[in-house]
């Protein structure tokens, strides 16, 4: 997985590239995607855990090979509830 950092539109704020990208490896992360039928300018969705445990949501664009990150930021009380049921539902 390679992430595409030049140019990239996003503004990270206290969150680090590598906390973004260890969301990409969450074995619970769950990705969102958009339902298009062109997806060469879709934007997708992922709601992961960093390896210093905060919960993240970012929006990213890809190709198959590369990432480009849009925006990322912490999970809003809700959307963190979205994430702990559904891995709790998987896993059950």
Same mark, same amino acid.
């Given at each position: 997985?390679?992430?595409?950092?030049?140019?990239?539109?996003?503004?990270?704020?206290?969150? %680090?590239?590598?906390?973004?990208?260890? %969301?990409?490896?969450?074995?619970?992360?769950?990705?969102?995607?958009?339902?298009?039928?062109?997806?060469?300018?879709?934007?997708?969705?992922?709601?992961?855990?960093?390896?210093?445990?905060?919960?993240l949501f970012t929006v990213f664009w890809t190709?198959?090979?590369?990432?480009?990150?849009?925006?990322?930021?912490?999970?809003?009380?809700?959307?963190?509830?979205?994430?702990?049921?559904?891995?709790?539902?998987?896993?059950?």
């Amino acid at each position: 997985m390679e992430f595409d950092w030049i140019n990239a539109p996003a503004d990270l704020g206290d969150l %680090t590239p590598r906390e973004v990208e260890e %969301t990409f490896e969450d074995p619970f992360s769950i990705r969102l995607l958009p339902e298009l039928d062109d997806s060469s300018d879709a934007r997708y969705f992922i709601l992961g855990r960093a390896v210093s445990g905060k919960l993240l949501f970012t929006v990213f664009w890809t190709d198959g090979k590369r990432y480009r990150i849009i925006q990322s930021r912490i999970m809003t009380e809700a959307e963190a509830g979205f994430y702990e049921r559904k891995n709790a539902e998987l896993n059950n």
